[in-house]
C-alpha cells in the first residue's frame, strides 16, 4: 500500500475526492493561513488544498492539509476513506507490532534534479508565507529534520526524524525549536558537549507515513523509518544525502542540509501554536543552511496550526495514542482496551480499562502520566470502564456524568511536569495534573448503585452492521 | 534600511523581490528577526500600526530565556 512519494499520496487524495486544488490567484497573506485556518473549521472529512496560482510567485505550488481529515489519515494507512476514527487506532496498533522493519536503500533520489550550492536564498527559492497574523516570521513547520546523535553516529535508530517549527529568519539562516524532551534535544546536547555543531537535513513534501512516524512520540532508540516500514507495510525508501550521514526520506521534494550551530541562541518567536495561544518569544538554536536540493517545480507542503482542530491535531492523533496504549498494555495487558489521548496533543488523555479491584482505574491513569508521552502531557486523565468507546465524547460524558463522585474519584497531583508550551502552567513546564475515575467501582470500592446497568436491545449489532452497510452505499 | 514594525530597529533590510516583477517584496529585521511583506496589511508592516501586545522591546531581547539550555562543554 505505501506511496511512492508525496506527489503519489495527492493522485491518491485527487481520486478519492480529497483533493481540492485553488486555481484562483490568492495572497500569500492572509490567504494562504487563513484558508488552512478555515479548511478544518467547516468540516472533519475535508480535503488537502492545493494552491497553483500565488501572487507574486510564478510556478510556485502550496500543498495544505495534506492529513488534516480522518478521511485523509486513513487513507494515508491505506485505509478505505470512511474507516472509523476507533478502526484506524486498532490498526495502527496491530501494524505498530511488525516494528522494525529494515529500510529500503536508494543510489539517487528526485530531489537531487536541482542543487543550489552556496549563496542560498530561502526566501527566493520558497514560497514561504505568514501562518498566523502575529507571528514573528514566515516558518516552515512541517519538514522531516534529521540528526544522529554524535556520540553514538553509527546508531541507526538513534538517528532522528522529528518534526519542529523552523523560523526562516535570514536568507540561509533558520530558527529551530527543540524543547527539552525532542530527541533533537539530547542530540544538540551531545554536540555541544563536543563543541562540535550539528549536521541536519530538513526533507519537505515527504509522502505522509514517514510525516505521521516524525511526529509520534517513540523511543529515543526506535527507528522512524522502521516504524514508518511497519505501518506502511513495506520497507522504506531512505536516500543517504551525499557527504553526510544523514538519511532522507528519498521521495522528498526539497531538501535543506546544514548544521546547527553550537552554543548559539537567538531570539525567536512568537509562534502560533498548537495549544491556540503564541508561544511567546524565546532564545533558539539556529541552523546554517549550507546546500539546497529540489525537485524542479516542487511542491511546498505547509500545515496550519493553532487552536484545534486542524491539521496539526489529525497528525499527532492516533500517532500519540497508539504509543501510550502500548506502554499501558505492557504493564496491564489484560486490563487497557484503548486510548484517546487526541485533545491539545495529549494533554487531555481517555483510558478505556478493566478494573481488577476497587482503585485499579487510579492506577491506570497514574501511569498514563508516567509515560513517555505522559511526561510533558497527560494534564488531565479520564478513566472509563472498558464498555465505553474512549473516542466516543458522548460516551465520555455519561461516564463522567454517571460514574465519578467527587468525593471518591477526583485526584490532584500538585507540581508535575509538563510541555512548557502549556499556557497554563506556572513556572512554564510546572503543572498539577488530576485524574478522574468515571468507571463503575468495584470491590472492595461497594458504593453507588451500578447493580442494574441498561443494556442495548439484543439485535442492535445486527442492526449497527445493516445501516453501516447501507450508509456505505450511498 | 527599513524600520521594523515590531521592534522599530532602523537596521531592516530587503530580502526578497517577488518572482513577478512589482508584486511585494519582503523584509527581515537583524535585531527581532521578525520578517513581513510590503503586501500585508499596514498593521503587520507599519511600526505605528502594529499591536502593541506583540511589540518587542530591544532591550528584552537578551533576557530571553534559551530553550534549551546551552549544554556545557564536556
Known amino acids: 500500500m505505501a506511496y511512492r512519494d508525496f506527489r503519489d499520496f495527492l493522485e491518491t487524495l485527487q481520486k478519492e475526492g480529497q483533493l481540492l486544488t485553488i486555481e484562483d490567484e490568492v495572497m500569500p497573506e492572509p490567504d494562504l493561513g487563513s484558508a488552512g485556518r478555515a479548511i478544518s473549521n467547516v468540516s472533519d472529512q475535508s480535503p488537502a488544498l492545493l494552491f497553483t496560482n500565488i501572487n507574486g510567485y510564478r510556478d510556485a505550488r502550496i500543498a495544505m492539509n495534506v492529513i488534516g481529515s480522518w478521511p485523509n489519515h486513513a487513507l494515508m494507512m491505506g485505509l478505505p476513506k470512511t474507516t472509523p476514527v476507533k478502526e484506524q487506532f486498532f490498526e495502527f496498533a496491530r501494524r505498530w507490532e511488525n516494528y522494525p522493519v529494515p529500510v529500503r536503500r536508494e543510489a539517487s533520489a528526485p530531489f537531487q534534479e536541482v542543487v543550489v550550492d552556496g549563496n542560498v536564498n530561502l526566501f527566493d527559492l520558497l514560497p514561504l508565507f505568514r501562518l498566523n497574523q502575529y507571528d514573528g516570521g514566515f516558518y516552515i513547520d512541517k519538514a522531516c529534520v534529521i540528526s544522529r546523535d554524535p556520540s553514538d553516529p553509527e546508531h541507526f535508530g538513534k538517528q532522528n526524524v ?6 526562516v529568519k535570514g536568507k540561509d539562516r533558520l530558527g529551530i525549536q527543540p524543547v527539552p524532551q525532542h530527541d533533537i534535544a539530547i542530540h544538540l546536547r551531545h554536540a555541544e558537549e563536543r563543541g562540535e555543531n550539528l549536521p541536519v537535513a530538513l526533507a519537505i513534501g515527504c509522502e505522509p507515513v514517514i510525516t505521521t512516524m516524525a511526529a509520534a512520540p517513540i523511543a529515543y532508540d526506535q527507528s522512524e523509518y522502521e516504524m514508518a516500514g511497519a505501518i506502511q507495510g513495506e520497507p522504506y525508501p531512505v536516500f543517504t544525502l551525499p557527504g553526510t550521514n544523514l538519511d532522507v526520506p528519498w521521495g522528498a521534494e526539497i531538501v535543506l542540509e546544514g548544521e546547527i550551530l553550537a552554543g548559539t541562541r537567538e531570539f525567536e518567536g512568537p ?36 487552536m484545534p482542530w486542524t491539521e496539526t491535531d489529525y497528525m499527532v492523533g492516533i500517532n500519540t495514542c497508539v504509543p501510550i496504549y502500548k506502554q499501558l498494555k505492557d504493564l496491564f495487558p489484560d486490563e487497557i482496551v484503548a486510548v484517546n489521548a487526541m485533545y491539545t496533543h495529549g494533554l487531555v488523555c481517555i483510558v478505556s480499562t478493566k478494573k481488577r479491584y476497587g482503585g485499579f482505574a487510579k492506577a491506570v ?33 455519561w461516564a463522567l456524568s454517571t460514574k465519578m463522585h467527587p468525593a471518591h474519584d477526583v485526584i490532584i497531583l500538585p507540581d508535575m511536569s509538563v510541555l512548557p508550551l ?44 445493516i445501516f453501516q452497510g447501507l450508509l456505505n452505499k450511498q | 534600511m527599513s524600520t521594523c514594525p515590531r521592534c522599530d530597529s532602523k537596521e531592516a533590510g530587503k530580502v526578497s523581490d517577488s518572482p513577478v516583477s512589482g508584486a511585494w517584496t519582503i523584509y527581515a529585521c537583524p535585531v527581532c528577526f521578525y520578517t513581513w511583506r510590503s503586501s500585508e496589511d499596514p498593521k503587520f508592516t507599519s511600526s505605528s500600526l502594529y499591536n502593541p501586545d506583540f511589540k518587542v522591546r530591544q532591550a528584552d531581547i537578551p533576557k530571553a530565556i534559551h530553550v534549551p539550555e546551552i549544554a556545557q562543554r564536556k
Open chain 1, 271 to 306: 509562534f502560533g501554536e498548537f495549544t491556540g495561544h503564541y508561544s511567546g518569544g524565546r532564545s533558539m538554536p539556529v541552523i546554517q543552511i549550507h546546500r539546497v536540493y529540489h525537485r524542479k517545480n516542487p511542491i511546498f507542503e505547509h500545515l496550519y496550526i493553532g
Open chain 1, 365 to 397: 491513569g497514574m501511569s498514563a502520566m508516567a509515560t513517555r508521552h505522559g511526561l510533558g502531557y497527560c494534564k488531565l486523565v479520564i478513566l472509563v470502564d472498558e464498555t465505553v468507546d474512549p473516542f466516543n465524547l458522548p460516551q465520555v460524558m
Open chain 1, 162 to 167: 522529528g518534526i519542529y517549527r523552523i523560523q
Open chain 1, 422 to 465: 502549556d499556557p497554563g502552567s506556572n513556572p512554564a513546564g510546572i503543572t498539577h495534573k488530576m485524574i478522574l475515575d468515571a468507571t463503575t467501582p468495584v470491590a472492595p470500592e461497594t458504593r453507588g448503585h451500578y447493580s442494574q446497568p441498561l443494556d442495548a436491545p439484543i439485535a442492535t449489532e445486527k442492526w449497527e452492521k
